[in-house]
């Protein structure tokens, strides 16, 4: 029978999208049942894939075999890599996309699967009777699953404002679906519900891009399929441009603070803390005039501009006077203007680490219906369901990704360890671990998982030649030494090496603060002949940088875990010179009494815990 699906997702977001990519890749009939009104894996927010922290959750799920990184690539219209200032570990890739362009090459690659039946309804409701899937469409058709995946985003009970104007739907021009209790009887949804916002898109021909600083794409910026020579390019590259608020943008925003919906009391929602609107920095920060905007074009043929920086809710008018008091921008018309959404959202303490729903077996949750914020976010949640679903249909048992390696095994565990305040992003301190999960690293982690699908693909075949040569590599550094004479030390006065007045271990070398181990790596290998990928080179360079770093944060950690039976006063965490203030009101709401319960705390910082097990208890 037609309507008769192993597995089937609800959905066609990042998060399912990625379920969908996935859970096709296996002997299994799945099939996406998702809106009409809204394009697979669109981008209702900014056209931009990856960032901090979520750079590594692309190519970690491209690791896993994932569609996001192949999407990224062929879409990508500018290419940066994050804090390339900062160490290896904090720099991320970031790729502004063609969100037309991402779209339709979502939905082809997704089309062409001969075992994904793709149908656009709205879904009503789910029932389960035993083992059985009930799902019934706004048409009244019934469809029948052994699994469902529900990645229904911000559309759950959706609710949009702009200034005083409310309307239900769960973005721009899109219906609203049901709320979750309409969708699934007996499901725990959060008491507070959440919101995020989006800022106004302006026409592209109305702005004077001359008085910003242009941000060019950066061509050494590695694309992150990693099947994709890492520079090459599919799309025309283009600029994105910066500029800024001022005193008057903020003294337009401050003066309407009584028609904003989130101050005057029409938002009940809690927004993205990390992910501010231009109103909440306004209020927020009152002494700062000047927030810096990014200018960044939805597409190569698309005529709307997406001003980075600038979220808002407030009222038209009100967005019209702020938009053209911002250099650049002072004839800048708004052809769509910026709104906030507010969504219903699920319990995640009640999800299992494979995303399954823990008192309705079979049912999984992904995506920004958890709780989470992002597109990167969404697709690391369902390419685990997506897994999990398949899995359990094999049964097999599932795939639990762990903190210690990877970005997408901190976002589950902080997902189903806590009941959620906020919306979570995913950001590089989150991670205990974060000289280790690195993007460069990514095959190294990775690998052991992507085996556990016992899929054999090209991919496999990359990686396992990658791991080969990372392992020869590595042995080589391991094995050599340099010899201080006369014809060495001028060579390493030549390269700026440092002092050579003794012998030295290569990788000595590798790890002098002067040297970046990367040029080094690679110009050594290249004078002795032996041929190896530049990327190669990167995991073994900075892996040996990094080496005396990672053990000590490994002791570190284990340390951290012995320690989460001991007591603790949280009267006199409060008081301490060494916590931040957002960590503080945690500490007050929370009340923790024991360390392990300070560690489940959303949004305690690891420093703060290592402050506290080095000094406190
Ligand atoms: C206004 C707005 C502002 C945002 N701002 C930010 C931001 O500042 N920073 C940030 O990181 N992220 C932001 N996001 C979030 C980002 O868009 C999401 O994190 C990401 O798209 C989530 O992916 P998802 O797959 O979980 O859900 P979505 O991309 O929302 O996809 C959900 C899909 O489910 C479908 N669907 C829903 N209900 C049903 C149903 N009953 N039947 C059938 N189909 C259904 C929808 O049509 C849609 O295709 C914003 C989103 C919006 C809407």
Sequence with gaps: ??????????????????????????????????????????????????????????????????LMGILADKAGIQFRTLNESKGFAVQSTRVQVDKDLYTKNAEALLGQLDNLTIIRKMVLNVAKDDDTF??????????????????????????????????????????KSV???????????????????????????????????????????????ALNAPFTRESTQVSCYLTKTNAQTL?????????????????????????????????????????????????????????NGVST????????????????LESAKILIHGYAVEYDVVDT???SKAMEYNSIPGLYFAGQVCGTSGYEEAAGQGIIAGINASFALMNREPLVLDRTDSYIGVMIEDLVTNKRDEPYRLFTARSENRLYVREDNTISRMRKYRRELGLFTRLDLFQEDFLEEVELLKKLVDSTMIYSNEETKKYFIVHNYGPLDINISF??????????????????TKRFGVCFSIDVVRTVAISVKYEGYIDRAIIESEKINRLGKKKLNWESLVESKNISFECKLRIKTIKPETFAQLQRIEGIRPATLAYVAGNII
């Excluded at 003294?251 to 109103?279: A, H, L, M, T, W």
């Excluded at 809710?313 to 650049?328: A, W």
């Excluded at 990788?507 to 050594?524: A, F, G, I, M, Q």
Aim: some cysteine.
């Design 313 to 328: 809710s407030l009222p038209k008018d009100v967005q019209e006077s702020f938009v053209q008091t911002i250099l650049g």
């Design 179 to 225: 709320g979750l209790n309409d969708l699934f009887q007996d499901i725990k949804t959060l008491p507070n519900r959440f919101k995020t916002g989006t800022p106004p898109r302006l026409d592209k021909k109305t702005i004077d891009y001359s008085k910003m600083d242009p941000q060019d794409s950066d061509p050494e910026t590695r694309n992150f399929h």
């Design 1 to 66: 029978m037609i309507n008769n699906f192993d597995i089937l997702i609800i959905g066609g977001g990042h998060a399912g999208a990625e379920a969908a990519w996935i859970s096709s890749q296996f002997d299994l009939k799945i099939a996406l049942i998702s809106s009409p009104n809204a394009s697979l894996a669109s981008a209702p927010c900014n056209p931009a894939i990856g960032g901090v922290g979520k750079g590594q959750v692309v190519r970690e799920i491209d690791a896993l075999g994932g």
């Design 349 to 351: 303490s009640q999800l």
């Design 134 to 175: 009930f799902v019934t469409t706004v048409d009244n058709n019934k469809y029948i699953a052994k699994k469902i995946i529900v990645t229904t985003g911000t559309f759950l009970n959706g609710k949009l404002h702009t200034g005083e104007d409310q309307k239900a739907g769960g973005r721009v021009d899109c219906e």
């Design 251 to 307: 003294s337009i925003i401050r003066s309407n603070k009584d028609r904003s919906p989130i101050f005057n009391g029409q938002i009940k929602g809690v927004g993205p803390r990390y992910c501010p609107s231009i109103e909440d920095k306004a209020f927020r920060y009152t002494e700062k005039d000047v927030h810096h905007i990014f200018i960044e074009p939805e597409g190569l043929n698309l005529e709307t501009i997406y001003p």
């Design 507 to 524: 990788k000595e070398l590798l790890k002098r603060p002067e040297n970046s181990p990367v040029v080094v790596l690679d110009r050594e």
